[in-house]
């Protein structure tokens, strides 16, 4: 069982930068792929990024390509998103998520591979 609490998310301007943390319970994160999911009103929730247990792999959408970075803490049990660049299009409810376990070096980028999620944190961008 893994639990997931997001924090960070804010108000910023556009071309300005926010970073996202998300805190895991559990004895076994190193054994989760974890990822990053933004819903925006009246749409779907749609994979960002995800980063592999062992911390050496990582996947993006393109859209957040060279402006987002996914980085995880196996000792703290973190995992965070740095986001800069930011564009009023990156306005969504975040979401932290884990997929897994899995072997160390494996990421996720389907949905339906994540079977823990966090509330949510706001993002907000304003142009």
């Known amino acids: 069982q893994v639990q997931l609490v997001e924090s960070g998310g804010g108000l910023v301007q556009a071309g300005g930068s926010l970073r996202l943390s998300c805190a895991a319970s559990?004895?076994?994160?190193?054994?989760?792929?974890m990822g990053w999911f933004r819903q925006a009103p009246e749409k779907e929730r749609e994979f960002v990024g995800s980063?592999?247990?062992?911390?050496?792999?990582?996947y993006y959408v393109d859209s957040v390509k060279g402006r987002f970075t996914i980085s995880r803490d196996n000792a703290k049990n973190m995992v965070y998103l740095q986001m800069n660049s930011l564009k009023p299009e990156d306005t969504a409810v975040y979401y932290c998520?884990?997929?897994?376990?899995?072997?160390?070096?494996?990421?996720?980028?389907?949905?339906?591979?994540?079977?823990?999620w966090g509330q949510g944190t706001q993002v907000t961008v304003s142009s």
């Open positions: 998520a884990a997929a897994g376990p899995y072997s160390s070096g494996t990421y996720a980028s389907d949905i339906r591979d994540y079977g823990y």
């Open positions: 559990g004895r076994t994160f190193r054994s989760y792929a």
């Open positions: 980063i592999s247990g062992n911390a050496v792999y990582t």
